[in-house]
């Protein structure tokens, strides 16, 4: 197992226990937390192994951060029926 995936199975495990703990503020501010920190982790995923399994390790990710993932989608959305 690589370096790179290593740290990518590092970044998922910390966002589920992340995940567990109780939140008035609804998880944002970790939320943008992971996305900071598992973007460069997914391109190095990408360098390291090939586009294939970065698009393993992104579909993982966004599994993970589902409502980011859903909000971008409805404000890309948004802005292209206009």
């Known amino acids: 197992m690589t370096l790179s995936l290593i740290l990518a199975s590092a970044w998922a495990v910390l966002a589920n226990v992340i995940a567990m703990f109780p939140s008035r503020r609804q998880h944002w ?15 190095f995923v990408t360098y390291e192994n090939g586009p294939l399994i970065a698009i393993v390790v992104a579909a993982a ?22």
């Open 29 to 43: 501010p970790a939320a943008w937390g992971l996305i900071a920190v598992g973007i460069p982790i997914l391109g």
């Open 61 to 82: 990710g966004m599994s993970v951060l589902r409502w980011p993932v859903i909000y971008l989608t409805r404000w890309v959305r948004a802005r292209v029926s206009r």
